[in-house]
């Protein structure tokens, strides 16, 4: 089994982390946390474990966040004894190769995606009755149990050959959609996610701050759950507006001053303050941060109106400083996710992926042009250095295993 990993190997982090300014390659030198090994074949830990064997995989920020060593010890999530080793790779479609003998919801030669694997253990994956709250509603990835290691934990993760894996941490997927549709159920879900939690209203305007993947799937999660509302969109490069303008966007704010597109599209007004300081009264009903950064999420609070509505969507992995001042002072909601979990819709409860299936086999999302490279694992620095580059032209690169 080939695969890459990161350990949560704190001294290794610090040492990468100080020579990396100077020694952009040592992130995969011998000094780093991080390996792609060869290792044996896993046997199945349990009873309900299967085997996967791996399809396509997307290269995601997160897992290049881990592997370039961008996180930060200090955070909160790496205080979790459940965090230990991260096997790369989450976007991920693959076939079952062998079942536990008391596996009941899959068998031999059935598609499936990543579904909570790499967000961690729940109570499914751990067997422990009763669930807790959050996954006896459906919100796996917020387990109150993640970190009590009961059970074993798979091995091998996206990119690689295959991984191992308990039955409740995979999803099947239909014979309907294809290797590409399924591999992208997970980042069109997390759009799917991020637009339920503050959904825009038909006479209500939103603003999507960034458009690489996560901002585009966005946009076409709002386009398809609230289709009369306003949404603008930020798009630094020019593939990427044109793929914004593809999925329905009303503005794009390409170079223009941020500050001043957001006066013109909603008629708020702008105020400069000493040292470069600068505030909007009025402004958009809902902001997407779609990137995550100190300073996307320091203007959006200035980019919402009084009483409006910030969503991060787009992370981090390390401590900021920002200014949450507008929190008090404009009465600012600023709400988070992880990722994908429940959702309530037209009155229904679905699982993400579930929703997000079904609005792909309607045709109210899609997948054209945003898989735009291609790599064999064997090219996987290649591969990565592709996906950091966006004068590549690329949204999603993938490696394809077929």
């Given at each position: ?54 399809r ?45 003998p ?31 709250r ?20 798979g091995?091998g ?43 825009p ?28 509302c ?7 490069y020019?593939?990427?507006?044109e ?14 001053d ?31 941060d ?66 997000t ?15 735009t ?13 592709t ?5 590549s ?10």
């Amino acid at each position: 089994m080939r695969t890459i990993y990161v350990d949560k190997d704190i001294p290794r982090m610090l040492a990468v982390k100080a020579v990396k300014p100077v020694w952009g390659n040592v992130v995969y030198s011998r000094l780093s946390s991080s390996r792609f090994v060869d290792l044996p074949d896993p046997e199945l830990p349990g009873p309900r474990w299967i085997r996967l064997k791996n399809r396509m995989c997307g290269i995601c920020a997160t897992d290049l966040s881990l592997l370039t060593v961008d996180a930060d010890p200090k955070i909160a999530p790496a205080a979790l004894p459940g965090h230990q080793r991260f096997y790369l790779g989450h976007e991920v479609v693959s076939t079952v190769e062998e079942v536990g003998p008391d596996v009941t919801t899959l068998k031999v030669g059935d598609r499936v995606i990543m579904w909570t694997r790499f967000q961690g253990a729940n109570c499914l994956s751990q067997e422990i009755e009763p669930p807790c709250r959050q996954c006896e509603a459906g919100n796996y990835p917020l387990c109150e149990n993640a970190s009590k290691g009961i059970g074993p934990r798979g091995v091998g993760g996206g990119w690689g050959d295959g991984y191992t894996a308990h039955e409740f941490e995979v999803y099947p997927v239909p014979d309907t959609l294809s290797d590409e549709q399924a591999m992208m159920v997970e980042p069109l879900g997390v759009g799917v996610h991020t637009a339920l939690r503050k959904l825009p209203q038909a006479d209500e305007r939103a603003l999507i701050v960034g458009s690489g993947i996560a901002g585009l799937c966005t946009l076409q999660a709002l386009r398809a759950l609230s289709p009369a509302c306003h949404i603008s969109i930020m798009a630094r490069y020019p593939h990427q507006q044109e793929m914004a303008r593809k999925f329905g966007a009303d503005e794009i704010i390409g170079s223009e001053d941020s500050y001043e597109a957001v006066a013109r599209i909603t008629g708020a007004i702008v105020y400069n303050g000493m040292m470069g300081n600068r505030m909007c009264l009025g402004g958009f009903d809902v902001v997407f941060d779609c990137v995550g950064s100190a300073q996307t999420i320091q203007h959006s609070l200035r980019w919402a109106r009084s009483g409006g509505t910030v969503v991060q969507s787009g992370i981090t992995l390390a401590p900021m400083h920002v200014d949450l001042t507008p929190i008090w002072n404009q009465e600012i909601d600023l709400i988070g996710l992880n990722s994908h979990g429940c959702e309530t819709w037209n009155g229904k409860q679905y699982e993400t992926f579930a929703l997000t299936i079904e609005l792909l086999q309607q045709g109210k999302l899609t997948i054209d042009g945003l898989v735009t490279h291609r790599f064999t694992l064997e090219r996987w620095q290649e591969a990565i250095a592709t996906a950091q580059d966006k004068r590549s032209k690329s949204i999603r690169v993938a490696f394809d295993y077929r």
